[in-house]
């Protein structure tokens, strides 16, 4: 990402032709709906009378997704297609889709028409008039499995409108609308594109919420199960860890540390008390090693825990190692 915020600087020689806007959509198997979707988005975007291009990635589809995106780009100009080499997942086909796009504003939407291309001016819209940072849809009459995902999905909300302190209605959808900055320092791994709001909050970003439609999924199913939930709370933890370790690391290891003391003195009250009011002999209890080694290894289990996912993000940002391989970027031609 850091290239695409060096290609922007003004110096560029080619400044004037970047697009004002990017719409980055990552595509995993997608064929059918592909051709609905560019139309769909050349539809809301050309009256919007401003620059704008398709970042259309294709996360190693099995299907015929980046052929439909070659035929595509022969005959669209907006359209930028990126072919990753294999499947990386949708937070590595998002960050590809940031890093080869040079908008000033980038949106980000599904490639399978749940989310409606016509919303984007709404959110775009909403991010100039209140001159916010990011712009994140909120579904309304949302067109999923009750049980499967909505369920999951409004308790994953308030946990993690509760643990990150955005109080954002709809975290899982994909539909947003970000100034570049917000994007382009930001190094994304696991299922942490859900969590852009949070983590650009964490950075100072304004934030805002605009309702939007969302349908039913008409071709293909959903590429995904219920190990999500999985992945999306342990990236919560690792979230919440940041934002706690990043900036008072006591109130973490502080809090775990003051709990243990106090089960610890609460027991050894309880044996003291033993031998003062029943004169029993509490020297040789197992008792008391159980609970003081228990919770020894519990708090430090805990905090080495923390620590190694601390160092798993370091160890991300350091190595600078892509999450994603791009097999070839074909530009859209005049048609
Ligand atoms: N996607 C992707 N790589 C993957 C899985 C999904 O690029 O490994 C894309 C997919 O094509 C779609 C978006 O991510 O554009 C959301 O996926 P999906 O519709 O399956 O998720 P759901 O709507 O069920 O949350
Ligand atoms: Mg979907």
Same mark, same amino acid.
């Given at each position: 990402?850091?290239?695409?915020?060096?290609?922007?600087?003004?110096?560029?020689?080619?400044?004037?032709?970047?697009?004002?806007?990017?719409?980055?959509?990552?595509?995993?198997?997608?064929?059918?709906?592909?051709?609905?979707?560019?139309?769909?988005?050349?539809?809301?975007?050309?009256?919007?009378?401003?620059?704008?291009?398709?970042?259309?990635?294709?996360?190693?589809?099995?299907?015929?997704?980046?052929?439909?995106?070659?035929?595509?780009?022969?005959?669209?100009?907006?359209?930028?297609?990126?072919?990753?080499?294999?499947?990386?997942?949708?937070?590595?086909?998002?960050?590809?889709?940031?890093?080869?796009?040079?908008?000033?504003?980038?949106?980000?939407?599904?490639?399978?028409?749940?989310?409606?291309?016509?919303?984007?001016?709404?959110?775009?819209?909403?991010?100039?008039?209140?001159?916010?940072?990011?712009?994140?849809?909120?579904?309304?009459?949302?067109?999923?499995?009750?049980? #499967?995902?909505?369920?999951?999905? !409004? @308790?994953?909300?308030?946990?993690? /409108?509760?643990?990150? $302190? =955005?109080? +954002?209605?709809?975290?899982?959808?994909?539909?947003?609308?970000?100034?570049?900055?917000?994007?382009?320092?930001?190094?994304?791994?696991?299922?942490?594109?859900?969590?852009?709001?949070?983590?650009?909050?964490?950075?100072?970003?304004?934030?805002?919420?605009?309702?939007?439609?969302?349908?039913?999924?008409?071709?293909?199913?959903?590429?995904?199960?219920?190990?999500?939930?999985?992945?999306?709370?342990?990236?919560?933890?690792?979230?919440?860890?940041?934002?706690?370790?990043?900036?008072?690391?006591?109130?973490?290891?502080?809090?775990?540390?003051?709990?243990?003391?106090?089960?610890?003195?609460?027991?050894?009250?309880?044996?003291?008390?033993?031998?003062?009011?029943?004169?029993? #002999?509490?020297?040789?209890?197992? !008792? @008391?090693?159980?609970?003081?080694? /228990?919770?020894?290894? $519990? =708090?430090? +289990?805990?905090?080495?825990?923390?620590?190694?996912?601390?160092?798993?993000?370091?160890?991300?940002?350091?190595?600078?190692?892509?999450?994603?391989?791009?097999?070839?970027?074909?530009?859209?031609?005049?048609?």
């Amino acid at each position: 990402m850091a290239r695409a915020a060096l290609a922007h600087s003004s110096d560029h020689p080619a400044a004037e032709r970047f697009p004002e806007l990017s719409v980055v959509v990552p595509l995993y198997n997608e064929e059918e709906s592909l051709p609905h979707l560019v139309e769909k988005l050349l539809a809301a975007l050309r009256p919007l009378g401003r620059s704008f291009e398709l970042v259309l990635v294709d996360d190693g589809s099995k299907d015929g997704t980046a052929a439909v995106l070659r035929d595509l780009a022969a005959r669209v100009p907006e359209l930028v297609a990126v072919l990753l080499r294999r499947n990386y997942g949708q937070t590595a086909a998002m960050a590809a889709g940031f890093d080869a796009s040079s908008g000033g504003v980038i949106v980000t939407l599904d490639g399978d028409l749940q989310n409606d291309p016509a919303d984007i001016p709404m959110l775009l819209a909403r991010l100039e008039q209140d001159d916010l940072d990011l712009v994140s849809g909120w579904r309304q009459q949302r067109q999923d499995g009750a049980l #499967d995902r909505l369920l999951p999905s !409004l @308790l994953a909300n308030r946990l993690i /409108a509760r643990v990150t $302190g =955005v109080r +954002l209605h709809d975290y899982g959808c994909s539909l947003k609308a970000y100034r570049r900055e917000v994007v382009s320092d930001m190094n994304l791994y696991g299922e942490l594109h859900r969590f852009l709001p949070a983590l650009a909050f964490i950075e100072g970003a304004r934030i805002g919420e605009v309702r939007v439609s969302h349908q039913a999924r008409r071709y293909g199913r959903s590429n995904y199960g219920i190990d999500r939930t999985f992945r999306v709370l342990m990236d919560l933890l690792t979230v919440w860890f940041m934002k706690r370790f990043l900036t008072r690391p006591m109130h973490v290891f502080g809090f775990a540390g003051l709990l243990a003391l106090l089960v610890g003195l609460a027991i050894a009250a309880w044996l003291v008390g033993e031998k003062l009011l029943v004169g029993a #002999d509490i020297g040789n209890r197992p !008792l @008391l090693l159980m609970a003081v080694l /228990a919770i020894l290894s $519990g =708090v430090q +289990l805990f905090s080495f825990g923390l620590l190694a996912e601390l160092q798993m993000r370091t160890y991300h940002e350091s190595q600078g190692r892509p999450i994603y391989r791009v097999r070839a970027i074909v530009r859209g031609e005049p048609g």
